[in-house]
């Protein structure tokens, strides 16, 4: 019975060392696994960055090239805008030119003889400024619609009122005085 119990301790010894190779190896095949899932996982994660980065980089171009466009249509923009109040900043300056001659000749109140004299002169300038409106007219192509027409004339009273250094309104008390209705 002894023998029998030494060979039960024996086998049962025999098994346990059995299992604890066969764990040994399968914990060893695990752990290799790990690592390899682990690793793959790794080379996986840098790939998507890699492609992350790249794309980062061409969506940064690209909106870099978009912000330079949408600069470049503002720069014009602004361009356009200074250009037309440069425009309008050299017609107020000739008004404000002329407003200052006709301030210093209102303070410097001529004689009567002078404001006869200055009255002809006004007059031959004003049929000088009729005849120059007249002839502006008469230039106009005669297929205008109604409105093209009355931009046309709008345009031709600034020209001439700028043409002659007065405002429009004074041409417009010309054009009443020699019954010039458009």
Do not use: C
Request: glycine share 4%.
């Amino acid at each position: 019975m002894f023998k029998k119990i030494l060979l039960a301790v024996l086998l049962l010894v025999l098994l346990a060392g059995v299992s604890y190779v066969k764990i040994m190896r399968d914990e060893a095949r695990t752990d290799n696994l790990y690592r390899q899932g682990y690793q793959k996982g790794q080379e996986t994660a840098q790939a998507g960055q890699a492609d992350s980065d790249s794309a980062a980089e061409v969506l940064a171009v690209q909106m870099q090239g978009a912000l330079e466009d949408s600069l470049w249509a503002l720069r014009a923009q602004y361009q356009a805008e200074l250009d037309s109040l440069t425009s309008v900043v050299g017609a107020k300056n000739g008004r404000i030119a002329w407003l200052q001659k006709e301030l210093s000749a209102a303070r410097n109140q001529p004689a009567a003889s002078q404001v006869t004299a200055t009255r002809a002169d006004n007059s031959d300038r004003h049929k000088e400024i009729v005849q120059y409106y007249k002839a502006s007219i008469k230039d106009l192509p005669s297929d205008l619609t109604e409105y093209e027409r009355r931009i046309a004339l709008s345009e031709i009273r600034t020209e001439t009122a700028q043409k002659y250094a007065i405002t429009v309104a004074q041409l417009n008390d010309i054009r009443k005085d020699y019954n010039l209705e458009d």
